[in-house]
């Protein structure tokens, strides 16, 4: 038995004693590092060890939440918890039961956690040199390569004693080349597994800000849009995934509300949320309140099926919970002890008949290609409108590359791009999400008619 | 901690050959709570406490962090942040070097007028409950969830240079965030009061009124047309100002980034990038704002810096490292998210000077443009300079009046065009609704300015 899931037990025994009628207690370690590149040159290492305690009870069938950093300090943190419960109302709220657990490939891996400071170092190095083979007048003005663990515990008063530990690891550059007037570039990686590979990561960077050179504006158009999966990650990330929560269907905040069965999207494509998914980067065997992870089928050849769901939203709509309770800040991209836990995609996955990803293009008439966006999080997440600047895109003509464009605007409706599918790359990749702890592996889309905005 | 023991740990940095060293000890209280449609989902209160170390050893920073304060602790986390800084100097092609820093010793307060500490937890559930009750009023809102927060943030800063400053600020705000509905049209929309004081917040502004313009603008533009795309002029009110100069200026004028080479403005002081009439300032010291702080996270004092004065691009937000780099000084520009993060270079009030147009007056000239209002946030490639910003609503303007509701609006542009395209600045500044800003790390920042015309700028 881990010393977490006992200090959680002796705090479970500690809220029954005062009272509780139920309790719950998540800990939370962990332990990384990061490199910080600026301007061709690692100019910082960070690291450190953080662990939390989160502790909620129900008293008098209402709940409370409080957080602390250790042991010793979840006497006060109970006390706190319970004060706040006197605020509530009465619920039907009960704490999740045990359940049998599935195990999951590749989420942990001890090479990761032995990993040297001097084989990131290597590393960056290497990201470095990569991207200025391409051309020695690029500048790697920013980005850097982390690594570390994660553990959790979660342990509540119906007996659930759950526990996981996962790796990580990532790098991320950003390049500036000035020569034919000014293009930038940039690659992310990220995986659960230590299979990293920094020339690629410096040599991909490169060739995209290489490929910006020239640009050119464009006129305003509608036209197709192939969004590469980060940029696709954006939008999946801030209009689909809220779409699919339990709680806005049933409150009619979703523009899903009462539409299961109903086509939504493209027959062409598939969107499941996966906690199960092998190496996912959201992956673990159970969601934050100890629930078993589930894999769930939100849209299946464009019909919608399902929703997401924690363990407050399926019994309040009297629903399967999916294993998608999460502990996160408004913001946050990482889970937190600090928050209670509330309700998150896990891992969007989009399947369908794919294409190799470089004959989208052959398919588009006149289109861009479009590499990066800006300002995804500003779109509106009930109606699905997005309006959004793109740094990084490229005319497409007649199924050829034409030229790069210097950046253009593109607005639609997602909801309704969705339905117009022109193709699905074979392309998926591993992308994690920018202001939350959504993760996604995505292809390219082809999807019909954006209005761009030169 | 008492017993000279973060001295101790500083001196023995130094000795193992770090050229600078620094200790931040936080500790952070918070209550929030949330209500959605009149009833209470979320109470939550806590404590966290925790210290960085940070060396500058051969010209790279290490860092470490740790959540429990004691002596082994703080020792491990030097240990690591001088072994980090170690390996990292033996690849690193660029040195990094600090410019001079004051030593300073104090101990602040930003004691708030009302302690929310002090205040019953009833009283905080109360203003959301207001706020639920009223916006839910508006015919056409659909679900309202209102959010309460407070913190109070304590943090002592040693550094091997003998500064020792004790500060505590305490920040509150309540948000909403609301759908409207018409049959299958939905929209979302959000509001927020919030500053660095205490619970006399809600005196300085009132909640349940901020609630209640946002439901309202959320019911009109439901109901309003969409917005021709195009490249049009443009008005925005204070909000919207706010993010425009926060996303089109300010992340620019960041000194990390210009030193990394990834600013359009690297090179520019000095030189007019924006039009006579524009002055823009970035102010940590601005009385209840929601990006004031007494001291940087490097022991530097908080200070009004002129970004742009009179068209001229006058300084950038800077910390000790980058004010080296450029040969200027520190203006207290570094910030961290908690103790948990190392320190960047931050925005922290931003906003356009007031000018001498009118509210009138801005519009007059207008023949057919766009008003837009409220923010939904933006972002910005300050590499390329390109930027997005996002309102809550919109009007046309025709014939110098503002006439038929439009809906919600995203602008873009290019930073070094349309700060020339300004062609209008009113009289009326004022800060518009707080908002947390994300490079990495989340911190609160405050932005604003008044009505501002641009000349053009692309709508879509």
């Known amino acids: 038995m881990s010393s977490m899931i006992d200090s959680a037990k002796r705090i479970v025994e500690m809220a029954l004693k005062k009272g509780a009628e139920e309790a719950e207690v998540f800990i939370m370690k962990s332990d990384g590092r990061g490199f910080t590149i600026e301007k061709n040159s690692v100019s910082s290492i960070a690291g450190g060890i953080e662990k939390g305690i989160g502790i909620r009870i129900i008293k008098d069938k209402k709940l409370g939440f409080a957080y602390c950093t250790e042991e010793k300090k979840a006497d006060s943190a109970l006390e706190q918890a319970i004060s706040l419960s006197k605020l509530g109302n009465e619920s039907e709220f009960t704490l999740p039961e045990p359940d049998k657990i599935k195990k999951i490939e590749n989420l942990y891996d001890d090479r990761i956690v032995s990993y040297d400071d001097e084989d990131a170092l290597e590393g960056t190095t290497t990201m470095i040199n990569s991207a200025l083979e391409v051309d020695s007048e690029i500048v790697i003005t920013r980005g850097g390569v982390g690594y570390g663990s994660e553990s959790f515990a979660v342990v509540n008063s119906k007996g659930l004693e759950m526990e996981d530990a996962g790796t990580e690891i990532y790098a991320s550059v950003s390049a500036v080349l000035k020569k034919n007037g000014m293009s930038t570039g940039f690659e992310k990686f990220s995986s659960r597994t230590l299979d990293i590979d920094y020339h690629a990561i410096g040599r991909e960077c490169a060739n995209l800000a290489l490929k910006g050179q020239n640009a050119r504006k464009i006129e305003d158009k509608e036209m197709t849009v192939i969004f590469t999966p980060y940029a696709l990650a954006n939008l999946l990330e801030f209009i689909t995934a809220p779409a699919m929560y339990g709680e806005a269907v049933h409150k009619g905040e979703s523009v899903y509300t009462g539409r299961i069965g109903e086509q939504v999207a493209s027959e062409d494509i598939t969107i499941i949320d996966d906690g199960m998914l092998a190496g996912g980067l959201n992956s673990a065997l159970v969601d934050d309140e100890g629930v078993p992870s589930k894999r769930t089928e939100l849209i299946k050849k464009g019909i919608l099926q399902g929703f997401l769901y924690s363990q407050s939203s399926a019994i309040e709509f009297n629903e399967q919970n999916t294993g998608n309770a999460m502990r996160a800040e408004r913001f946050g991209s990482s889970r937190n002890y600090k928050s209670p836990p509330g309700v998150k995609a896990r891992n969007i996955v989009i399947e369908g008949k794919t294409v190799k990803a470089e004959n989208l293009i052959k398919e588009v008439d006149e289109g861009v290609l479009v590499y990066e966006i800006l300002g995804a999080h500003t779109s509106n997440p009930a109606s699905g409108d997005f309006s959004v600047t793109s740094p990084i895109l490229f005319k497409i003509e007649k199924g050829e590359f034409a030229y790069p464009i210097k950046s253009a605007m593109l607005s639609g409706n997602f909801h309704e791009c969705l339905k117009k599918v022109e193709g699905v790359g074979d392309d998926h990749k591993l992308v994690s999400g920018g202001l939350t702890p959504i993760s996604f592996y995505i292809p390219s889309l082809s999807l019909g008619k954006v209005r761009v905005t030169g | ?460």
């Open chain 2, 1 to 460: 901690m008492g017993d000279f023991l973060e001295e101790a740990i500083l001196d023995e940095g130094i000795k193992k050959g770090a050229t600078y060293c620094d200790i931040r000890i936080g500790k952070v209280r918070r209550t929030s709570l949330e209500v959605k449609d009149g009833e209470l989902k979320k109470a939550s209160s806590g404590e966290e406490e925790g210290a960085g170390v940070r060396v500058l050893y051969n010209g790279v920073w290490g860092f470490f962090t740790i959540n429990e304060i004691s002596k082994d602790s703080l020792k491990t986390a030097l240990r690591n942040a001088l072994d980090m800084a170690k390996s990292g100097s033996s690849v690193a092609r660029e040195r990094v070097k600090i410019g001079p820093g004051e030593t300073i010793k104090d101990n602040i307060r930003w004691k708030p007028k009302i302690d929310p500490f002090d205040v019953p937890i009833e009283r905080k559930y109360k203003i959301l409950a207001e706020m639920d009750s009223a916006i839910h009023e508006i015919e056409g809102v659909h679900t309202v969830t209102t959010a309460y927060s407070d913190g109070t943030i304590y943090t002592h800063f040693l550094n091997s240079e003998g500064s020792d400053i004790q500060a505590e600020i305490t920040r509150t705000l309540a948000q909403v965030n609301l759908v409207a509905r018409e049959g299958a049209k939905v929209i979302g929309y959000r509001g927020r009061v919030g500053g660095t004081c205490g619970f006399e917040l809600f005196d300085m502004f009132d909640p349940v009124e901020k609630g209640v313009k946002v439901g309202e603008s959320a019911v009109r533009v439901l109901k309003a047309k969409r917005s021709p795309s195009g490249r049009f002029p443009v008005v925005t009110d204070h909000d919207l100002t706010g993010v425009f100069v926060h996303e089109a200026l300010g992340h620019a004028t960041e000194g990390d980034i210009v030193t990394s080479g990834d600013s359009i403005l690297e090179g520019q002081i000095g030189n007019k990038i924006a039009a006579d009439n524009i002055t823009i300032i970035d102010d940590s010291t601005l009385k209840n704002a929601f990006g004031s702080y007494p001291y940087d996270d490097e022991g530097v004092k908080g200070k009004r810096k002129i970004l742009i004065q009179d068209g001229v691009l006058e300084g950038f937000i800077l910390n000790r490292e980058t004010a080296h780099k450029l040969g200027m000084e520190s203006n207290g520009g570094a910030r961290a998210e908690s103790f948990a993060a190392r320190p960047l270079v931050r925005m922290s009030n931003t906003y356009i000077d007031k000018g001498d147009y009118n509210f009138e007056e801005i519009f007059e000239d207008i023949k057919y443009g766009i008003y837009a209002k409220g923010t939904r946030g933006g972002e910005v490639d300050t590499a390329k300079g390109s930027f997005q910003f996002s309102a809550q609503e919109a009007f046309l303007i025709e014939k110098g009046e503002i006439t038929t509701p439009l809906k919600d609006v995203s602008l873009s542009g290019m930073t070094l065009q349309i700060l020339r395209n300004i062609d209008a600045v009113g009289n009326d500044l004022a800060l518009g609704d707080p908002g947390f800003c994300g490079k990495g790390q989340l911190v609160p920042v405050g932005d604003g300015g008044p009505h501002i015309r641009i000349k053009e700028a692309a709508v879509g």
